[in-house]
Structure formats: structure tokens, C-alpha cells
């Protein structure tokens, strides 16, 4: 790997790059101020519109109910049980669904024929609304953890083969030649050469589909009655106006569950993908 | 919390034009062949579809001939009408309100910085919230009716937009502004000039994930409280174990999908055709 970008910095007529600078604390820390403060503001204007009486008492709780309501969750095994259940449904449909596309998508971008017949079909496999699939998947599996993570598999797949094959498909030339001019071939050209170019495309098609498996596990509980955190909104929401703050305390904790998701993987991608011009300090600074 | 949805859908490298100087037939010749290679997949898999449904008789997969049957006859009018049209009608209606509001706020963002530092992690939140759970929060705040499908699509589909927007707004080159500012531009022309064209491209691909996103939500508002529309449709004939009305259904859905994909694309070639022109220029 470290051949490889010692390869491309010295590609002829790409411009030398300044050494890194250092990031500037001072602001990042004062913008984190601003943050804090912003959602802090915002916090305390949802629990005076509740002491002013102006939220509608049969449709939005106030603040302090849903805090109690989002303890009361937490506190027990019950809400953990959900998350899990949701979790769950998750990680086995976003990992079925990239392991398939991650294979495929090498397959088809490694090969010219492939490439050209299979191309269309997946783009058009992908414009279709996952959750025309739904139907068919609980007919099939009922409301079921098998039933949830098919059709996130399902979602995931196809936008991320496309990544993955626009990844491999997204060598440097003068890379590509090099390594044939070296006699670079087989395994080692597979891992020196396509991986580290795919890699940053595979990342950023791996983050997006993560934020994509939550939205459909979501709604496979939602519609399909698949167990977990969507179900149970849907639930407290038919139990009547007690329930009020329990739905909204559910819809802030899957909330909480999509920001810990996604912080997640944005660490992992830019752990993974460090030496990788993108991630370069310098580069974060400019951009 | 860094804010990292910008290279997103923007990372795709178009495939880069075809440019000789060939003979017309041999070009011809040549572009026919890209096509039936682009093509020959599909049609095969059309093709198994039907012979493998051929006879088939379980309940779920019914043969392809009968769903095709049904489809021309349900479809093309009756159906159509009643819904697709009101589907079409509220997502069209959503996704104009959170496309506008989108770049509208993006643009309120940029001059204001203050407001943007404060309110990203409110606006990143929403982001991330999958959309759906909402529903039931907003049945009980508008009811069942139209409004509350074209809330529910403006409202989910405004983030993806205005993230885009903040973001591609903010990592305009500021050799740019400094040019602007040298200038004596003020603050608004510098917006309209510079800015918004500045930002325009990952403006579109916000834009892109927002549609995405408001057909989700079309079909997903539509199947949870709803009496007509294409999702109350397919999950209607689910329950009613009608599977051949399901799967035309699905099959118009994805048609209907597809094509909105379609069109968004186009368009967006159409109004950023100097960008892709420089790309191309650059990659060349």
C-alpha cells in the first residue's frame, strides 16, 4: 500500500502537495460552543412552548414527560430489548448485503463483459423503491427477523455494487500501466493496485449504506411487524394519547441509535482510509 | 461532528465520451453493439422470469403473462387514476417544498454563520433520524389526509437538500470570495453569482438523494394510513392475498421509480452542463 501512494505522488504534472498544516483548536473548540448551545437552545425552546401550553396536548408531548418516558425506556430491559432486536436486524441485512455487493461489485468491475451487460440492470434494480419489495418479503417470511433482514440486504446491495464497481473501475491509468509495465499481476495486483484505488469508493458506498439498512430495518418493523424499535412506536401510538411521550422518547432513542451508527462509521472510514489523499489533514482543512 | 455527506454521490465518475473520428456505420455498428451488450441481461432475466413462472402455481409467484395481463388491464386506467395520480400529486407537491426550502435554508445558513454553527447538530440529528418513525407522530398531528403524506415527504426529504447545500455552500474556493469581496460585490450578489452556482453540483446531488428519499416516503405514508395511492395498493392486495394485483403494483412502482430517476437525471445534465463539461476537460 505504502508502494502505491509513493507511486501516485510521484505521478509527473500532479502538483506537491505543502506539508501538513495543524488544525486550528481554538476555533473547533469554540464551534463545539456553538453547537452545544444551539441544541441546548433548542431543548429549551420545545420545554417553554410546554410550560406556555402551546403544544397540542392530544399530538406532542412535553419535554419533561418524554425525558421521564426516555429514563423509563432505558431504565428497563424492555427498551434495550428493541434496540437490540433493531440492531440485530441491521447488522445481519447491511452484512449479507455488502459482503454480496463488495463480491460482486469486484467481479463485475475487474471485468469488461460484465461490466458492460450487468451495468444497466443493476442502475435500474437500484432506482426501484425498496419497499415495493416489502410486500413480498413478508408474504414469504412474516414478520419476521428473517423477513427484516432480507429486505435490507436487499436495499444494500444494489447501490453499493455500483459503488464497488465504480471503484475498481476507477483506477489511475498511469497506475494501471505502471503496475503492467512492472509485471505486477494476479493477487498481488489485486491487493496493490485495485483494492487501495476501490477502497475509498467501497468506504463511502459502506457509510451511506449503513444510514440506508437503519431507514429500512425501521420500516420493515414499521409496516412488516418485524420486532424492534419501529414496532413498538407503532404500538405506543395505538395504545392511545397516554402513550404520547413514549413515541416520541422512542423516535429520540432510534434517532440516538442513527447518530451513534453514523459517527461510527465516519471514524471507521477515516480510520481505514487514512493514508489515502482524501483524509489527509490538508485536505479535510481545504475542504 | 463533522458533517461528511458531501462526496457521497458525487464520487461516481461519469465514463468518459467517446471521441474519434470513425466512419458513421463502423460508429454506428459500434454503438449498436454497446447497446445490445447493455441490454442482452435484462432481457434475459425477463425472459426466466416468464419461463420459470410459466406454470407456476404457488400463490406468491404467479406467472409473469397473468401479472402482465392484469397490469394492462388495472393500469392503464382505472388504477392509474385513482392511484397513482394522488401518489404523483404529493410527492411532486413534497419534494418541491423540501428542494426550495432545502437551498433556501442553505443559502440563510451561508450568510449566517452563527445560525449554521448552532443548528448543524440539530439539522445532522434529523438527518440522521430515520424518517419513517415519524409517521406516527405525524398522524397524530395532521391526520391521514393529503397534507400530512406531503408534510411527511417535504419534511424527510428536506435534509439530505439543505445538508448538501450548507455543506457545498461552505467549500466554495475562496480565492472566489476574495474576488468577489475585491470587487465590491455585496453579500447578496455574491450569493447568486458565486455561490449558489459554486455549490450547484453537490446542490444536485443533495437534490438526488432528497427524491430518493420522498419516493420512500411516498409509499411508506401511503401504506401505513392511507385509502388510496400506488403503496396503500400493494399492500392492500398483500393483505388481501391478491398477489397478482401486488405484483403489478410493484412492477408500476418500479417503473414509476425508475423513470422519476430518469428525468431527475436529464435534468440535471441539462442545468449543470458546464460542470460536467469541465470534468470531463480536467479528466481528459
Not at chain 1, 141 to 162: D, Q
Not at chain 1, 194 to 209: D, H, K, N, Y
Amino acid at each position: 500500500m505504502a508502494t502505491l501512494t509513493r507511486l501516485r505522488r510521484r505521478v509527473p504534472g500532479e502538483v506537491h502537495r505543502p506539508p501538513d498544516t495543524p488544525s486550528r483548536p481554538h476555533r473547533r473548540l469554540g464551534g463545539l460552543g456553538v453547537k452545544v448551545l444551539g441544541l441546548v437552545c433548542a431543548v429549551l425552546v420545545w420545554e417553554l412552548l410546554g410550560v406556555a401550553g402551546a403544544l397540542p396536548a392530544d399530538s406532542f408531548p412535553t419535554l419533561p414527560e418524554t425525558a421521564r418516558a426516555i429514563g423509563t425506556e432505558l431504565g428497563g430491559s424492555a427498551g434495550w430489548r428493541s434496540i437490540g432486536q433493531t440492531l440485530a436486524g441491521w447488522a445481519l441485512g447491511y452484512g449479507i448485503g455488502s459482503a454480496c455487493a463488495i463480491a460482486v461489485g469486484i467481479a463485475i468491475g475487474l471485468n469488461r463483459f460484465a461490466f458492460r451487460s450487468s451495468i444497466s440492470v443493476i442502475e435500474f434494480m437500484k432506482t426501484i423503491p425498496v419497499v415495493a419489495i416489502l410486500p413480498i418479503a413478508v408474504l414469504e417470511f412474516g414478520g419476521t427477523l428473517k423477513m427484516e433482514y432480507t429486505l435490507v440486504a436487499f436495499g444494500v446491495f444494489w447501490p453499493l455494487t455500483i459503488q464497488v464497481v465504480y471503484g475498481v473501475r476507477s483506477m489511475d491509468p498511469v497506475v494501471r500501466d505502471t503496475a503492467k509495465a512492472l509485471g505486477v499481476r494476479g493477487a498481488r495486483r489485486f491487493g496493490l493496485i485495485v483494492l487501495p484505488s476501490a477502497a475509498p469508493f467501497i468506504a463511502t458506498g459502506l457509510r451511506v449504506a449503513a444510514a440506508v439498512a437503519l431507514v429500512l430495518t425501521i420500516i420493515a418493523e414499521l409496516i412488516g411487524g418485524a420486532a424492534g424499535l419501529g414496532r413498538d412506536i407503532l404500538v405506543a401510538e395505538d395504545s392511545g394519547t397516554s402513550a404520547l411521550p413514549i413515541v416520541y422518547a422512542l423516535i429520540v432513542i432510534t434517532g440516538g441509535v442513527g447518530i451513534v451508527l453514523t459517527t461510527a462509521m465516519t471514524q471507521i472510514e477515516r480510520r481505514a482510509l487514512r493514508w489515502h489523499e482524501r483524509f489527509r489533514p490538508l485536505e479535510r482543512e481545504l475542504a | 461532528m463533522a458533517l461528511d455527506v458531501s462526496s457521497q454521490p458525487t464520487l461516481r465518475s461519469a465514463p468518459p465520451p467517446e471521441t474519434g473520428r470513425r466512419a458513421p456505420a463502423r460508429m454506428l455498428l459500434r454503438q449498436g453493439g454497446r447497446l445490445l451488450g447493455g441490454v442482452w441481461l435484462f432481457a434475459l432475466m425477463v425472459a426466466l422470469w416468464w419461463l420459470l413462472t410459466e406454470h407456476s402455481t404457488s400463490p406468491y409467484f404467479p406467472p409473469l403473462h397473468t401479472i402482465l395481463n392484469e397490469l394492462a388491464k388495472v393500469w392503464f386506467f382505472r388504477a392509474a387514476q385513482q392511484d397513482l395520480v394522488p401518489s404523483m400529486e404529493h410527492l411532486a407537491i413534497g419534494f418541491a417544498v423540501a428542494g426550495v426550502i432545502g437551498i433556501a435554508g442553505g443559502a440563510l445558513f451561508w450568510r449566517v454563520r452563527v445560525a449554521r454553527e448552532a443548528l448543524t447538530p440539530l439539522v445532522y440529528f434529523l438527518y440522521v433520524l430515520p424518517a419513517p418513525v415519524l409517521l406516527p407522530s405525524f398522524i397524530l398531528l395532521f391526520g391521514i389526509g393529503s397534507f400530512m403524506k406531503v408534510a411527511i415527504i417535504a419534511f424527510a426529504a428536506l435534509w439530505p437538500t439543505l445538508l448538501n447545500a450548507i455543506d457545498g455552500m461552505r467549500s466554495v474556493d475562496p480565492l472566489k470570495l476574495e474576488t468577489a469581496r475585491t470587487l465590491g460585490l455585496s453579500p447578496n450578489r455574491t450569493l447568486w453569482s458565486i455561490v449558489l452556482p459554486a455549490a450547484s453540483p453537490q446542490i444536485a446531488a443533495g437534490l438526488r438523494n432528497s427524491l430518493q428519499v420522498a419516493i420512500l416516503l411516498m409509499v411508506v405514508s401511503e401504506m401505513v394510513a392511507s385509502t388510496a395511492g400506488i403503496g396503500y395498493f400493494i399492500l392492500n392486495a398483500q393483505q388481501s392475498f391478491e398477489s397478482v394485483d401486488m405484483w403489478t403494483g410493484i412492477i408500476v412502482l418500479g417503473v414509476v421509480g425508475s423513470i422519476l430517476n430518469l428525468i431527475f437525471v436529464i435534468v440535471e445534465r441539462l442545468v449543470l452542463r458546464w460542470y460536467y463539461g469541465e470534468r470531463a476537460l480536467q479528466q481528459a
